[in-house]
């Protein structure tokens, strides 16, 4: 509801001026967002559903570069909303329905509710992920962008494309949004492999049913006519139904003779092929999917699926919750990934002793890493080796002074 009364509230009026965006290609910015051909391959949904999880595990936070230097801003109004961007999700929850659209349509859309202070600046209350049936790009006389959604429910809307936030996936294309030409995933390639797969597996449930079909024939050594061949069909039929032991009884007039079925499955390695196929459209490997991966290939997984989707992530935001004064002063929005992501024990260790060594970590960021809870007591406290400290201690201020330069004032003058 308060998503409703904002765009009620703040949506552009119908204006007679208002055209088709301009595209250089001639298409009319018109785009239905329907992409769910592919998703009924379960190969396909566990592809996607490995890329979201590991995705929702990014931790967004704004920061303020300074020079080479970046200052995170822990109480501003915009790290409180990445914490939780709205009423009813959390961060994890936005996150999720964000790359599950962004994956289904190849866009994903994100609205941001705000309020005008007495300055006039917005100060923004929510973030709501939506999901449009139809988008449409507008364009006023002078130029400015504008964008038309439809819903399920029949209701349409029209914002500044300025107030919205836009992740497109595969980016090439078109110029206004993600996949191929019309703004919707291209998945000709990939169907071609998913009907492959399909055949396979159709053959595969097929000979599974031959083989519970028939196994084998009774012969008689004695001539029947139709009334007492029907009569002992039944017969043979109701003992096969009764049989739990495996063996069936017959008198001395009948002869039962096995069918040799072998059943030919289709075999592993072709399944695999076709498997990694599907998989490999989405850049997620057997060994992510199952699970069962080592450091190596989940940083190539990282570095390949995963970090350029968090960085124009994290671009897209930026750019829907900054002004242009706020981005020259360096204020940003980035997702940063799990806290060591990559590190067994033993790397994490060999990772702190250098940390320590150079007083770069705090005491409890050694404490949390390897799965112990902060304390308050040490709140603040740098962690630092022994041998440094005294190190440091034991000099003189004389040498404290040559080795830093002498002290400056907040001019950079001695």
């Given at each position: 509801m308060n998503l409703i009364e904002f765009i009620n509230k703040f949506k552009k009026p119908k204006n007679d001026n208002m055209k088709y965006a301009e595209m250089l290609n001639g298409y009319i910015p018109i785009f239905s967002q329907f992409g769910q051909d592919?998703?009924?391959?379960?190969?396909v949904q566990q592809a996607i559903s490995c890329l979201v999880t590991e995705l929702t595990k990014v931790n967004p936070f704004h920061i303020r570069k300074n020079g080479s230097d970046l200052v995170p801003v822990e109480s501003s109004t915009i790290q409180r909303l990445l914490n939780q961007p709205n009423e009813r999700m959390t961060q994890s929850d936005f996150f999720e329905k964000v790359f599950w659209q962004l994956f289904l349509n190849y866009n994903a859309f994100i609205i941001p509710t705000y309020v005008r202070n007495n300055k006039g600046d917005k100060e923004f209350t929510a973030l709501y992920p939506i999901q449009p049936t139809d988008v449409t790009f507008l364009q006023d006389p002078k130029g400015k962008l504008g964008i038309k959604f439809k819903f399920f429910n029949g209701y349409e809307t029209i914002l500044a494309y300025s107030d919205v936030i836009h992740i497109r996936y595969r980016y090439s294309i078109n110029e206004l949004m993600g996949g191929n030409e019309f703004g919707q995933p291209d998945n000709k390639a990939l169907l071609k492999t998913l009907e492959l797969n399909d055949t396979l597996l159709q053959g595969v449930a097929k000979a599974l049913k031959s083989s519970f079909s028939i196994n084998g024939v009774i012969k008689y050594n004695t001539l029947l006519d139709d009334g007492k061949m029907e009569k002992n069909i039944k017969a043979i039929e109701e003992r096969l139904s009764k049989n739990e032991s495996g063996f069936l009884p017959l008198d001395i007039k009948g002869e039962y003779i096995p069918l040799q079925n072998k059943i030919e499955l289709v075999d592993a390695t072709t399944l695999k092929f076709i498997d990694e196929k599907i998989l490999r459209n989405w850049g997620v490997s057997l060994p992510i999917l199952t699970g069962d991966y080592t450091k190596a290939q989940y940083e190539a997984f990282y570095q390949k699926s995963l970090e350029p989707i968090i960085k124009k992530t994290g671009e897209a935001i930026t750019m829907g919750l900054f002004t242009e004064r706020e981005k020259g002063f360096g204020n940003a929005v980035v997702l940063y990934p799990h806290e060591l992501i990559f590190m067994d024990t033993g790397q994490k260790i060999d990772l702190f002793d250098l940390l320590v060594d150079s007083g770069s970590?705090?005491?409890?960021?050694?404490?949390?890493?390897?799965?112990?809870?902060?304390?308050?007591?040490?709140?603040?406290?740098?962690?630092?080796?022994?041998?440094?400290?005294?190190?440091?201690?034991?000099?003189?201020?004389e040498q404290k002074n040559n080795e830093g330069g002498g002290k400056k004032d907040e001019q950079g003058v001695n």
């Open positions: 592919i998703y009924a391959s379960d190969v970590c705090y005491k409890n960021e050694v404490r949390t890493a390897f799965g112990m809870k902060p304390l308050p007591e040490l709140v603040g406290q740098i962690a630092m080796s022994s041998n440094k400290t005294n190190a440091e201690n034991n000099k003189t201020d």
